[in-house]
């Protein structure tokens, strides 16, 4: 499976950004997708994920700003981002989930105050 990100790039506090991330490769069996991100210093941590068609979740300090959606026919996984704050500032990256982890390269969100 290949993972291929786009959408990162620069916004002022309080603005959006849409990630995607379209997956190629043997993808019938994906069950899993989401998205995590990495802060300079921080771990890895999950965002959100979207098992099967539509069952969501959300990281505590995500809820209720990002939405996660999954597109079957293009095999891609949006993560809508709004009201975002300094402290979203991060490496985004997408996975997967087929019996193996898959990951993307990694796109990079950086949020101004």
């Known amino acids: 499976v290949q993972l291929v990100e786009s959408g990162g790039g620069f916004v002022q506090a309080g603005g959006s950004l849409r990630l995607s991330c379209a997956a190629s490769?043997?993808?019938?069996?994906?069950?899993?997708m989401g998205w995590y991100r990495q802060a300079p210093g921080k771990q890895r941590e999950l965002v959100a994920n979207?098992?099967?068609?539509?069952?969501?979740n959300y990281a505590n300090a995500v809820k209720g700003r990002f939405t996660i959606s999954r597109d079957n026919d293009k095999n891609t996984v949006y993560l809508q981002m709004n009201s975002l704050k300094p402290g979203d500032t991060a490496v985004y990256y997408c996975m997967c989930y087929n019996g193996a982890t898959y990951w993307g390269q990694g796109t990079q969100v950086t949020v101004s105050s």
């Open positions: 979207i098992i099967g068609r539509d069952n969501t």
């Open positions: 490769g043997s993808i019938f069996s994906i069950n899993v």
